[in-house]
């Protein structure tokens, strides 16, 4: 029997920009999880600069390497993108692409793995989008995305350095987010 305390939660966003809003949504959700007894790690920002995902390329380099074995050993994740375009980041992207590696893992892809999703644009319309399409990605990659996503409009909310936001119900979403994932990955393992 597991505990929840040999569960881990892996966190993967963010953008490039320290501090970004994206980063802290993601430090939230993640802080939250961490308040159940699992063990958490974030990727964000520097960790995820990886070489284009190449399915024919064998060689990894080591960041690409310390990414999948970290979503190997996860037992749920959370996922963070700022919205660009309408759309998730290629930063975001192309580590995502990366989880085609474990395809032929005892356990492939993000199976069995309860994903939990949130979106950060300055509008509406981006952090929807943007939020839709992780949640494609989760499916296909046979993910399980949580019942509550996270759309955080930039416009409206910002995140300080302490993990309070002008918002208190982006908060609140964040933080649910992330003890869904963590109670789900318990759940799947005790």
């Known amino acids: ?22 980063e802290r949504a993601l430090q939230i ?9 699992v063990r958490t790690r974030l990727l964000s920002g520097p ?6 995902y190449d399915a024919g390329e064998l060689e990894r380099d080591e960041r690409a390497k310390q990414l999948v074995d970290a979503v190997r050993h996860a037992d749920g994740l959370i996922v ?12 975001v992207k192309n580590a995502l692409d990366y989880v085609e590696d474990l395809r ?12 939990g999703l949130a979106a950060v644009a300055y509008g509406w319309q981006a952090a ?18 949580t019942p509550l996503g996270g759309s955080i409009n930039s416009a409206e909310t910002k995140f300080d350095d302490g993990g309070g936001a ?7 979403t964040l933080r649910l987010i992330g003890r869904q994932v963590a109670e789900f990955a318990v759940s799947r393992h005790s």
């Open 1 to 22: 029997m597991t505990s929840a305390r040999t569960v881990n939660v892996l966190g993967i966003g963010g953008s490039l920009r320290e501090g970004s809003q994206s």
């Open 29 to 37: 959700a993640l802080a939250a999880a961490a308040e159940t007894g």
């Open 47 to 52: 960790d995820l600069v990886l070489p284009f």
């Open 80 to 91: 963070v993108s700022p919205g660009y375009h309408g759309a998730l980041s290629g930063l």
């Open 104 to 115: 032929d893992d005892v356990r492939p892809y993000l199976d069995g793995r309860a994903v």
């Open 128 to 145: 929807v989008t943007t939020l839709e399409q992780l949640r494609t990605i989760t499916h296909a990659l046979r993910g399980w995305a």
């Open 166 to 172: 002008s918002d208190e119900k982006s908060i609140r």
